[in-house]
């Protein structure tokens, strides 16, 4: 298996979405904090990528969890790891390519997971992560827009931890 690095593009949302989806791959977008003696921030996240037929949500992650893998028949998946770290993995099973980015508050962006490329993450560090997550299509629990595999059905793909 061929393991990448998600392309970064640093452009609009909408422009980021559309290259995740005419290359049928992850895109990261950085996002660069605002901060003052107040704290910080990390503003206007998915300006023009949103709209009604989408959702926004949150799930927080242990660590030793790993939540992979799934994948959407219509739907893409905007990921922003606002707390801790999480190692995410994205594959495209047509030709055996797998990305890995390591995303959260030491760096912040959007990572981009267009359909039908399965993804998922695992917690890195000793504490819990947190996820923000857009998703293009509001859940619909009589027919979800889902699959699912177990985390370890993508042979080589490195869930462990790689430099301890």
């Given at each position: 298996m ?14 980021a ?17 605002f ?59 047509d ?70």
């Amino acid at each position: 298996m061929e393991i990448r690095t998600p392309r970064t593009f640093r452009g609009p949302w909408t422009e980021a979405h559309d290259l995740a989806m005419a290359e049928c791959e992850p895109v990261f977008v950085p996002v660069m904090p605002f901060a003052d003696d107040r704290g910080w921030s990390l503003m206007n996240l998915l300006a023009g990528a949103m709209s009604d037929q989408g959702q926004i949500n949150f799930s927080l992650q242990y660590p030793g969890v790993i939540k992979a893998w799934h994948r959407h028949d219509h739907q893409t998946d905007f990921w922003i790891c606002l707390v801790g770290h999480l190692k995410t993995g994205v594959y495209r099973e047509d030709d055996n390519i797998a990305w890995q980015l390591v995303i959260g508050e030491q760096h912040p962006g959007v990572l981009v997971i267009p359909s039908p490329l399965w993804h998922g993450a695992t917690c890195v560090g000793p504490t819990s992560a947190g996820l923000l997550y857009y998703v293009t299509r509001i859940y619909d629990h009589d027919q979800p827009d889902e699959h699912r595999r177990a985390w370890d059905s993508v042979e080589g793909f490195p869930w462990e931890l790689q430099h301890g």
